[in-house]
C-alpha cells in the first residue's frame, strides 16, 4: 500500500482511502454486520471506520497491520452504536432474503451464525473467514487468548449439528 | 469441504453497501474543511488569548441549565438552554477527561485514534464519557427519550445534570447529561448496565483538563442532530 512508510505517522489522501476501500470495505461491513444484524447500522460503522482511516497517524508497518487495527476499530465502533438513538434490532430474514446464497445450506448456516450471541458471532468471523489466529483475535478484542478459546469451542458446539449437516452430500 | 469453507461461503454474500465510498469520500471533504478552518482559527486564537483572559471572568457566570420535560407516560426531553452569553458557534479545544472513578471491574477498552473515553467490564457493562461544545444552537435541540423508567435532576460539582435511566433491548441504558457552564461544555455519561449511584459518582469525579491534543469538541448541537435527529425517539 502507497501512503505509509514503515515506522512513520501515516498521511492518507483521498485516493488512498479510495484504494483501501475497495480492499477492506467489504470485510469491515461483514465484520460490523455479524455484530450489528442490521444493515444501516452497518454501513455507518463502515463509513466510520474508513474515515477513522483517513484521520489516524498511526504508524502502520504493514497491510496486515492496518487490517487488524480497521478490525479494532470496526468492534469498537459496534460497541458503541447502541448510544445512538436510531440503534434498534431488526429481524434478519428480510435483508437475509435480499442476498444471493450459493445454497441453501449456506443460508442456513447464515442463519445459525447469526443466531448466536455476538460474542460468538465475531470470533466465527475473525477466526474462519478472516483466518486470524486465536492470538490475534485476542488482541483485537482486548480480551485474554484463553476467553476467545472458550468462546470458538463454544460456538463450534453450537454450530457443530448444522456445520455437520451441511453439505453431507458432498 | 471444511468448516472454514463452509463459513466463509455462508458469509460471503455480506458487501458493503454500494453509496459507501461515496459517503466516505463526502466525509472526508468535510473532515477536511474543518481541517483548514482549524488552522485559521488557531492564528486568530493567538492573536486573541489575551482578550480570551480577560473575559475569563464574565464567560465564567452562569448561561444555561438543563430541562426535562416529561412526554407521555414514560418518555422525556432533555434539552440545554443557553441564555446570552454564549456567543460563538466555534468549537472549543477538546479538553482531556479524567475520570477520578470507575465502578469495579470497568477497564479503558482499545481508544486508538478514538477521543471518547471508553470503558468496559464483564456483564456487557459499557462506559462512554463525551465531551461536546456548548454552542449557539444548543437550545435549537433537544433529545426525547421514551421508555423512561427513572430520572431525577442533580447538581454535581455545581453544575445542573439530569441523568435517566431507560429501557433498552432486554438491558438498562442510563445516560447523564452534565453542563460545564464556566467552561462551557456539555459531558454526557452513557451507561449500560451500570449502577446508577455508580453512573452519578463518575459523573462526580470528573475532570476536565486542558488537552495536548488539536481536535475540537463537537458542538452539542451538531452531536444532537446527527446522532438523535433523524425523527425517531430514543429507545
Not at chain 1, 441453501?104 to 448456516?109: R, T, V
Not at chain 1, 485476542?138 to 476467545?148: C, M
Amino acid at each position: 500500500v502507497k501512503g505509509f512508510s514503515q515506522g512513520e505517522k501515516t498521511m492518507f489522501t483521498k485516493e488512498h482511502v479510495t484504494h483501501l476501500a475497495d480492499t477492506y470495505m467489504d470485510m469491515i461491513f461483514r465484520l460490523a454486520y455479524s455484530q450489528l444484524k442490521k444493515k444501516a447500522d452497518a454501513d455507518d460503522v463502515t463509513q466510520n471506520v474508513l474515515l477513522s482511516l483517513y484521520k489516524t497517524e498511526t504508524a502502520f508497518e504493514s497491510c496486515e497491520h492496518m487490517k487488524a487495527w480497521l478490525c479494532r476499530v470496526t468492534i469498537n465502533e459496534c460497541r458503541k452504536i447502541w448510544r445512538s438513538a436510531r440503534h434498534r434490532t431488526e429481524n434478519i430474514d428480510d435483508y437475509a432474503n435480499t442476498l444471493t446464497f450459493e445454497d441453501e445450506q449456506s443460508y442456513d448456516l447464515f442463519q445459525a451464525i447469526m443466531a448466536l450471541d455476538g460474542k460468538y458471532r465475531s470470533v466465527i468471523v475473525l477466526y474462519y473467514y478472516e483466518g486470524y489466529s486465536i492470538s490475534e483475535i485476542a488482541e483485537i478484542l482486548n480480551v485474554p487468548a484463553g476467553t476467545v478459546g472458550t468462546r470458538l469451542s463454544r460456538a463450534r458446539d453450537k454450530l457443530k449439528n448444522i456445520l455437520t449437516e451441511a453439505y453431507c452430500h458432498d | 469441504m471444511t468448516d472454514r469453507e463452509k463459513i466463509q461461503r455462508a458469509l460471503s454474500p455480506l458487501h458493503a453497501s454500494d453509496g459507501t465510498l461515496e459517503e466516505v469520500l463526502k466525509m472526508i471533504d468535510q473532515e477536511d474543511k474543518k481541517k483548514n478552518t482549524r488552522r485559521l482559527r488557531r492564528t486568530t486564537m493567538i492573536a486573541l488569548a489575551a482578550a480570551f483572559c480577560l473575559m475569563g471572568t464574565a464567560l465564567a457566570v452562569s448561561v444555561s441549565r438543563l430541562t426535562a420535560e416529561p412526554i407521555g407516560e414514560e418518555g422525556l426531553a432533555v434539552a440545554v438552554t443557553t441564555v446570552d452569553a454564549v456567543t460563538s458557534s466555534s468549537p472549543k479545544l477538546r479538553p482531556a477527561i479524567v475520570a477520578g472513578y470507575l465502578p469495579d471491574g470497568l477497564s479503558p477498552c482499545f481508544n486508538e485514534d478514538d477521543p471518547d473515553n471508553f470503558f468496559t467490564g464483564e456483564g456487557d457493562r459499557q462506559l462512554f464519557i463525551e465531551v461536546f461544545t456548548l454552542d449557539v444552537d444548543a437550545d435549537q435541540v433537544q433529545i426525547d427519550h421514551d421508555s423512561v423508567n427513572r430520572w431525577e435532576e442533580l447538581t454535581i460539582g455545581g453544575n445542573p445534570a439530569i441523568c435517566l435511566e431507560e429501557n433498552f433491548d432486554t438491558r438498562t441504558r442510563t445516560r447523564l447529561y452534565m453542563v460545564d457552564e464556566t467552561q462551557g461544555y456539555v459531558v454526557q455519561l452513557t451507561c449500560l448496565n451500570i449502577d446508577w449511584d455508580d453512573v452519578v459518582a463518575v459523573a462526580e469525579g470528573l475532570t476536565l483538563e486542558q488537552g495536548d491534543g488539536e481536535y475540537y469538541a463537537q458542538n452539542w448541537s451538531e452531536y444532537v442532530t446527527i446522532v438523535f435527529g433523524d425523527g425517531e425517539s430514543v429507545q
